[in-house]
């Protein structure tokens, strides 16, 4: 059981196609040499990506195949197979249904942090001012990774509308993985990374003794939050409607028709008058009728 304290700042289906083969001595013999990755060729390569962008939408060009090797690389030593397409192959087995969903969480991208992008979180608080009080106000991070974003979130909405208020923030990842970490809302106390003082203070619990070097956002906040494995390459299941939605530093990874997809799939959830706001290096221009730029990186959709 965790002993707690204030916190203070401190220093997806593929169709079945391929049988796989193991080659015994080779996988013994790669399995033994340690930090060796095997090779994979071009044609390998283009399966993997062709996958991936299947399944996650997530293009990877020519100048990421040394990613995906490091990134798989382990895995191929652990279930003991020669070679990237043995594992392709036994991807589409069917022997293992959960493999699939391992090779999305090694492959996607989880980089996140508190405060990130720290404009669209003062964007947030004028947004909860000005909503009426009477009224529920929903938020969705929909790309939420290991939840610091969505915890962000949290913090300024108990901020403005207080920690019982009439609030709720959804989380949602393609990967387990993060979606764990998230929702046990406990984190190193190294990833405070623009996490102010004051709300380290406020809002989170410090871990001592057998969880000593570690915090864990407070559980009164993570009433409010809900965290869904969700694929935003697919029509999003009954949820919302949101005042707004958090898609930030994601569409970077997608290419023209995917970015379009994923957009009619989110705005969908929007309430009318409701706000998109994507990272600083994105755009939506092009992407949508219904979305109208009110700021770089902010947009509303039309009533």
């Known amino acids: 059981m965790i002993v707690i304290a204030n916190a203070r700042r401190a220093a997806p289906t593929v169709s079945r196609a391929t049988t796989f083969t193991v080659a015994g001595a080779a996988a013994d013999a790669m399995a033994s040499a340690a930090g060796t990755a095997p090779g994979i060729s071009r044609a390998e390569f283009e399966r ?3 996958l991936l962008h299947r399944v996650t939408g997530i293009h990877l060009s020519d100048a990421k195949q040394t990613l995906l090797v490091g990134r798989l690389s382990k895995r191929l ?3 003991r197979l020669a070679s990237f397409g043995d594992y392709f192959g036994y991807l589409n087995s069917g022997q293992d249904p959960d493999e699939l969903q ?3 969480d090694l492959m996607t991208t989880n980089e996140t942090y508190f405060f990130r992008e720290p404009g669209h979180f003062d964007f947030l608080r004028r947004l909860a001012r000005e909503h009426p009080a009477s009224q529920a106000l929903r938020v969705w991070s929909a790309a939420s990774s290991t939840g610091e974003e969505a915890y962000t979130t949290c913090m300024v909405l108990a901020d403005e509308r207080g920690i019982g208020g009439r609030w709720s923030v959804l989380g949602s990842d393609i990967s387990h993985t993060v979606l764990q970490v998230a929702r046990a809302g406990r984190y190193e106390l190294q990833r405070t ?3 102010p003082d004051e709300y ?3 809002y ?5 003794r057998s969880q000593e070097g570690s915090f864990v956002i407070d559980k009164r906040l993570r009433a409010h939050t ?5 694929n935003l390459m697919q029509p999003a299941p009954d949820i919302g409607p949101f005042e707004l939605i958090f898609l930030r530093n994601v569409m970077i990874y997608f290419d023209q028709p995917t970015k379009r997809r994923v957009v009619e799939h989110l705005t969908q959830r929007l309430a009318p008058g409701g706000h998109l706001v994507v990272g600083h290096s ?3 221009s092009g992407l949508s009728e219904t979305l109208r730029a009110v700021r770089p990186t902010i947009y509303r959709r039309s009533t």
């Open 48 to 50: 993997f990506r062709d």
């Open 102 to 104: 391992r090779m999305v």
């Open 193 to 195: 990374r623009g996490l």
């Open 77 to 79: 030593r652990e279930l």
């Open 200 to 202: 380290l203070r406020k």
């Open 282 to 284: 994105e755009t939506l």
């Open 226 to 230: 809900e965290f869904i494995a969700l």
């Open 204 to 208: 989170c619990l410090k871990g001592v």
